[in-house]
């Protein structure tokens, strides 16, 4: 008798202990390190840039890191009051400053309206490579600009 309880005791305390492991191993894996996405890939995951600066408010999408490929979205949100026009260059990182931006090969440039919108840019018009994404409003009072971003673009097609 006393030997069945020996052994109904080992197999309980068996059994508590593999639960036990169990429920620290799954506790374990679930707890994030810093910096650490379980169960995705951060590396696909697609995402917009955000801009905001003196006035203008404008998100570009799909990004993934700081790469672009096909075509790309840029919403206009908000611009400055007294906004003239918008303008967009997307031009090499390396085209040198004495180049004129508007005559040069690998450049995609549009002149838009003030008002808040989407547009289209197609980066396969373009070769791959490192670019400036340049976002300025101008001013219906002055030759200044009223608002300027530059963000860097990888393109990849």
Do not use: H
């Not at 790309?72 to 997307?90: D, G, H, T």
């Not at 390396?94 to 980066?123: G, H, M, R, W, Y």
């Amino acid at each position: 008798m006393k030997t069945k309880i020996n052994n109904e005791l080992i197999r309980k305390t068996s059994i508590i202990t593999l639960l036990l492991v169990l429920v620290i191993l799954t506790s374990c894996s679930s707890t994030n390190n810093p910096g650490t996405q379980i169960g995705t890939n951060t590396q696909n995951q697609q995402r917009s840039i955000s801009i905001s600066e003196n006035g203008l408010m404008a998100n570009i999408q799909p990004v993934i890191g700081s790469t672009i490929s096909k075509t790309i979205n840029i919403q206009i949100n908000k611009v400055p009051e007294n906004s003239r026009q918008i303008l967009l260059i997307l031009k090499p990182k390396n085209l040198p400053a004495s180049e004129n931006p508007f005559a040069a090969p690998n450049v995609i440039a549009k002149f838009l309206d003030p008002l808040p919108q989407q547009v289209a840019i197609d980066t396969q018009s373009v070769e791959n490579g490192n670019y400036e994404l340049y976002i300025g409003i101008s001013s219906k009072d002055s030759q200044g600009w009223l608002a300027e971003s530059r963000t860097n673009l990888d393109v990849k097609n």
